[in-house]
């Protein structure tokens, strides 16, 4: 008997949003693969995030999941200042740092959770941004939701960096 077809689901879920071809449209690797480098730290206009922010911004928030799966708990909030790293200090870091950091921490959590059985999302951990004990499935689903909401936003970002382009 399978004991955990929903997070082999949710495995799938994520590698499909990563590479795949998902329902909604292109994937992480589809946007990010084509894009001309002298563009992820531009920020399209005044008040949206470079294409380096947000997905530095998702690697934050995917380092905050691997805490809380590993731990029962995470170490940030929201305010955190490593949330939204500003571009001067990303350039520090290069841009295949920035990607290979994103890719290597879906690639731990998706090994996380291969080892895992569907009972373990209902099990509970603390949460330390929304400050209460919820069930890892809280956590799972809310980073597959936060990855297909930047998703759609960096496709913003991209098209209005390529239009000034």
């Known amino acids: 008997m399978n004991r955990k077809p ?3 689901y949710i495995i799938q879920q994520l590698k499909e ?3 795949g071809k998902p329902w909604m449209g292109n994937s992480f690797a589809d946007k990010l ?3 001309d480098e002298s563009l992820v730290f531009q920020r399209p206009l005044e008040n949206l ?3 380096a ?3 530095s911004h998702l690697t934050f928030w995917r380092r905050e999941a691997l805490l809380k799966i590993k731990t029962g708990q ?3 909030t929201d305010d955190a200042p490593e949330n939204w790293l500003p571009n001067d200090i990303l350039q520090l870091k290069g841009w295949d740092y920035i990607k290979k950091e994103y890719d290597d921490t879906l690639s731990e959590l998706i090994a996380l959770l291969e080892d895992k059985e569907d009972v373990f999302l209902s099990q509970t951990y603390y949460d330390t941004d929304f400050k209460g004990d919820y069930p890892y499935s809280f956590l799972i689903n809310g980073m597959l939701h936060h990855d297909v909401y930047h998703l759609g936003q960096l496709g913003i970002v991209i098209k209005l960096l390529k239009k000034k382009k």
């Open 17 to 19: 949003i990563l590479s």
């Open 49 to 51: 995030h470079s294409v």
């Open 53 to 55: 922010e947000i997905i």
């Open 6 to 8: 929903i997070i082999e």
């Open 33 to 35: 693969n084509d894009l």
């Open 74 to 76: 995470g170490s940030k």
